[in-house]
């Protein structure tokens, strides 16, 4: 187990490697660059200026050298200064992923709190009404765009009814209800969407399990139906619907870039949005590299956790 | 028929068991009766498909409904009708009356629990034991049915026994809660041959010493022979030939049973080649009209095309479903 923890951790070493180079290159192939912006800002494009400023920020180098100098730095945590707000790239990406994190981890919880009893009773009462609302609510949930439902709870829970702010963020430590406000239609857009898929997901294979023989052997030893269904066969189903959400947890907690800017939501993935549009180099690359990061990690967490969902998994 | 004697354990009269089909209906037992007495052990032998399995699951009331639906016949154990009861009551005969021993014990067995958490959970919701008593009860019953080392292997799962383990492990399930009636539906199917022997001495050894009856339900005449007091054998979903081992195995009066006894392989050389029986069974949706063996039996007749051939009483205690008897007794 902990020989094959650290032989998992030694692999993330060259995929980190490779994300960096790409993630490096890919800025390093946008249009323009700072000396631009700085250039434009001041109203000056005399060529020497920029020769100067060229030098100073190390543009006058060739790009392996500029690589491995970012590299070198940003493995210390070093992702230099945001060329807009001047403070280092690092402080200003920490600052976005508690609220990153709150929204996909709760979003995601609602979600698996509404599929999974969703999922397993549109199953267990296969071909009813029951059944053909969870499929049709769930088939609508994966056909409409994300944003146009938040659009949509917006303009209907705040400017209609008006219960809920229609955007903002509060610290759930600071004031828990002002919070818990501002995080109701973001998080309720986050696990209406990711419900629509692992509620189709636990039905399928909560279908396919209660067909399989244990749950016949766990009724003919005199088990209640309950307990053959939410314990034997549920525990069975939820291995892959498991595994799905941690892969959409680990895309959430790359932000999501969308959501956040609609319900001005303090997170990574607005943070990168607006560096984009800003073209604030630093903080896109060190992002970019973050949210790999993040995923990778994530993936990396799953498949230890599937040990504990699936004994017949070895580790080897 | 089929009046229940005191001494009868199992008795099914007249069961069907139609399943409807997107394709259409299918009748899977068709008025199937036979009766097993206390300490008996009763085979019921036939080729997949013809309706043995179904018929368990009919005892067991694990027939799913819908598709599955049983339109005439009763299942009396001990006396009272299986199919009258609710599903409460039904909750408490399974288990501690009635278990049940299936074909493939991988698939049988959950793959996510341990042995001793599907086992105890049995345990303690049959016979209300502790964690702790139902855990030492487990340790017990995989060393009656031979585990070595039984404490070792109670928190491994399934997959981590061998295929004949696994199938002492299901057998230790299902006699955990001390039922009194045990099928084992093809228990030794899915093993390796020279497992096979041994899982089937084992089951008919605890049926003896725990004083129980048993359903065994199998393909293999060979181990109907080995096993059983009373045989009944099915060709699709009806029951041809019923009547004691020694009567059928000696006089045979099916066709089909006696084309079943020439495709035994036999060890002491007296036939050079088997006889298959011609022809492979019937499509069940579409059954053919009259005896549903007529398309294969050499000796078939006009009425075998015409009319379904009732069980009749050739000799004491032994029934057979063929025209060829009528011609006899007219």
Same mark, same amino acid.
């Given at each position: 187990?902990?020989?094959?923890?650290?032989?998992?951790?030694?692999?993330?070493?060259?995929?980190?490697?490779?994300?960096?180079?790409?993630?490096?290159?890919?800025?390093?192939?946008?249009?323009?660059?700072?000396?631009?912006?700085?250039?434009?800002?001041?109203?000056?494009?005399?060529?020497?200026?920029?020769?100067?400023?060229?030098?100073?920020?190390?543009?006058?180098?060739?790009?392996?050298?500029?690589?491995?100098?970012?590299?070198?730095?940003?493995?210390?945590?070093?992702?230099?200064?945001?060329?807009?707000?001047?403070?280092?790239?690092?402080?200003?990406?920490?600052?976005?992923?508690?609220?990153?994190?709150?929204?996909?981890?709760?979003?995601?919880? =609602?979600?698996?709190?509404?599929?999974?009893?969703?999922?397993?009773?549109?199953?267990?009462?296969?071909?009813?009404?029951?059944?053909?609302?969870?499929?049709?609510?769930?088939?609508?949930?994966?056909?409409?765009?994300?944003?146009?439902?938040?659009?949509?709870?917006?303009?209907?829970?705040?400017?209609?009814?008006?219960?809920?702010?229609?955007?903002?963020?509060?610290?759930?430590?600071?004031?828990?209800?002002?919070?818990?406000?501002?995080?109701?239609?973001?998080?309720?857009?986050?696990?209406?969407?990711?419900?629509?898929?692992?509620?189709?997901?636990?039905?399928?294979?909560?279908?396919?399990?209660?067909?399989?023989?244990?749950?016949?052997?766990?009724?003919?030893?005199? =088990?209640?139906?309950?307990?053959?269904?939410?314990?034997?066969?549920?525990?069975?189903?939820?291995?892959?619907?498991?595994?799905?959400?941690?892969?959409?947890?680990?895309?959430?907690?790359?932000?999501?870039?969308?959501?956040?800017?609609?319900?001005?939501?303090?997170?990574?993935?607005?943070?990168?949005?607006?560096?984009?549009?800003?073209?604030?180099?630093?903080?896109?690359?060190?992002?970019?590299?973050?949210?790999?990061?993040?995923?990778?990690?994530?993936?990396?967490?799953?498949?230890?956790?599937?040990?504990?969902?699936?004994?017949?998994?070895?580790?080897? | 028929?089929?009046?229940?004697?005191?001494?009868?354990?199992?008795?099914?009269?007249?069961?069907?068991?139609?399943?409807?089909? !997107?394709?259409?209906?299918?009748?899977?037992?068709?008025?199937?009766?036979?009766?097993?007495?206390?300490?008996?052990?009763?085979?019921?032998?036939?080729? %997949?498909?013809?309706?043995?399995?179904?018929?368990?699951?009919?005892?067991?009331?694990?027939?799913?409904?819908?598709?599955?639906?049983?339109?005439?016949?009763?299942?009396?154990?001990?006396?009272?009708?299986?199919?009258?009861?609710?599903?409460?009551?039904?909750?408490?005969?399974?288990?501690?009356?009635?278990?049940?021993?299936?074909?493939?014990?991988?698939?049988?067995?959950?793959?996510?629990?341990?042995?001793?958490?599907?086992?105890?959970?049995?345990?303690?919701?049959?016979?209300?034991?502790?964690?702790?008593?139902?855990?030492?009860?487990?340790?017990?019953?995989?060393?009656?049915?031979?585990?070595?080392?039984?404490?070792?292997?109670?928190?491994?799962?399934?997959?981590?026994?061998?295929?004949?383990?696994?199938? !002492?492990?299901?057998?230790?399930?299902?006699?955990? &809660?001390?039922?009194?009636?045990?099928?084992?539906?093809? +228990?030794?199917?899915?093993?390796?041959?020279?497992?096979?022997?041994?899982?089937?001495?084992?089951?008919?050894?605890?049926?003896?010493?725990?004083?129980?009856?048993?359903?065994?339900?199998?393909?293999?005449?060979?181990?109907?022979?080995?096993?059983?007091?009373?045989?009944?054998?099915?060709?699709? %979903?009806?029951?041809?030939?019923?009547?004691?081992?020694?009567?059928?195995?000696?006089?045979?009066?099916?066709?089909?049973?006696?084309?079943?006894?020439?495709?035994?392989?036999?060890?002491?050389?007296?036939?050079?080649?088997?006889?298959?029986?011609?022809?492979?069974? &019937?499509?069940?949706?579409?059954? +053919?009209?009259?005896?549903?063996?007529?398309?294969?039996?050499?000796?078939?007749?006009?009425?075998?095309?015409?009319?379904?051939?009732?069980?009749?009483?050739?000799?004491?205690?032994?029934?057979?479903?063929?025209?060829?008897?009528?011609?006899?007794?007219?």
């Amino acid at each position: 187990m902990l020989a094959y923890i650290i032989r998992r951790v030694a692999y993330l070493v060259p995929v980190l490697l490779v994300l960096s180079i790409v993630v490096f290159t890919f800025v390093e192939m946008l249009p323009g660059n700072i000396i631009d912006t700085l250039v434009g800002t001041e109203g000056n494009n005399d060529p020497e200026v920029r020769k100067i400023l060229e030098k100073e920020y190390g543009l006058d180098q060739p790009v392996y050298v500029r690589y491995a100098k970012w590299l070198t730095r940003a493995v210390q945590g070093d992702f230099g200064n945001s060329l807009v707000t001047r403070r280092p790239v690092a402080v200003e990406l920490m600052a976005g992923i508690p609220a990153t994190v709150y929204l996909a981890v709760v979003g995601i919880s =609602l979600s698996m709190l509404i599929a999974v009893p969703l999922g397993t009773i549109a199953a267990v009462r296969r071909n009813t009404a029951i059944d053909y609302t969870a499929q049709v609510t769930s088939l609508i949930g994966i056909s409409i765009p994300e944003f146009w439902f938040a659009i949509l709870c917006v303009l209907f829970f705040s400017l209609y009814l008006g219960w809920l702010p229609s955007s903002g963020f509060a610290n759930p430590f600071v004031d828990p209800w002002a919070s818990l406000k501002f995080l109701i239609l973001p998080a309720a857009a986050v696990g209406f969407r990711q419900a629509a898929y692992t509620t189709r997901l636990t039905r399928s294979s909560m279908l396919d399990e209660m067909n399989k023989e244990y749950v016949d052997t766990a009724r003919s030893v005199g =088990l209640s139906e309950g307990k053959v269904i939410f314990k034997y066969t549920l525990r069975n189903a939820m291995i892959p619907t498991i595994t799905i959400s941690g892969l959409q947890l680990a895309n959430l907690l790359g932000g999501t870039v969308v959501l956040e800017s609609i319900f001005a939501w303090p997170g990574i993935g607005r943070a990168i949005f607006e560096a984009i549009l800003q073209r604030d180099y630093p903080l896109v690359q060190a992002g970019v590299l973050v949210l790999g990061v993040i995923v990778v990690v994530m993936n990396l967490l799953i498949d230890l956790t599937y040990r504990l969902l699936n004994p017949r998994v070895k580790f080897a | 028929m089929a009046e229940t004697v005191p001494n009868t354990v199992l008795a099914l009269d007249d069961l069907t068991v139609r399943f409807h089909l !997107r394709r259409g209906d299918l009748t899977a037992v068709d008025g199937v009766s036979f009766a097993i007495e206390r300490g008996q052990t009763f085979g019921l032998v036939g080729e %997949s498909g013809s309706g043995k399995s179904v018929t368990a699951k009919a005892i067991m009331r694990l027939i799913p409904d819908p598709p599955g639906e049983i339109p005439r016949g009763r299942i009396l154990f001990e006396g009272s009708n299986i199919l009258d009861k609710s599903n409460a009551e039904m909750r408490g005969l399974r288990g501690r009356h009635i278990a049940m021993v299936f074909q493939e014990p991988m698939s049988a067995l959950n793959p996510v629990f341990t042995v001793c958490d599907q086992i105890s959970d049995a345990l303690r919701t049959n016979l209300g034991l502790s964690k702790a008593e139902a855990r030492e009860r487990v340790v017990e019953l995989l060393s009656l049915v031979g585990i070595p080392s039984p404490h070792k292997r109670l928190d491994s799962y399934v997959h981590e026994f061998s295929g004949g383990m696994r199938q !002492r492990v299901m057998l230790a399930m299902a006699l955990s &809660c001390n039922p009194g009636f045990l099928i084992a539906d093809e +228990p030794t199917t899915a093993l390796d041959v020279t497992i096979q022997a041994t899982i089937l001495e084992l089951i008919t050894g605890m049926i003896e010493r725990l004083g129980m009856s048993l359903l065994f339900i199998t393909h293999n005449l060979g181990v109907v022979a080995h096993a059983c007091d009373r045989v009944g054998v099915m060709y699709a %979903s009806h029951i041809v030939e019923l009547g004691d081992k020694k009567e059928i195995f000696a006089h045979p009066q099916h066709p089909y049973t006696v084309g079943l006894l020439h495709s035994i392989p036999r060890l002491d050389g007296q036939a050079k080649y088997l006889t298959p029986i011609s022809g492979s069974v &019937c499509n069940m949706m579409e059954p +053919p009209a009259g005896c549903k063996f007529h398309p294969r039996c050499a000796h078939a007749m006009d009425v075998c095309r015409r009319e379904i051939p009732k069980l009749k009483e050739i000799a004491p205690g032994h029934l057979a479903a063929c025209h060829l008897h009528d011609r006899g007794a007219a």
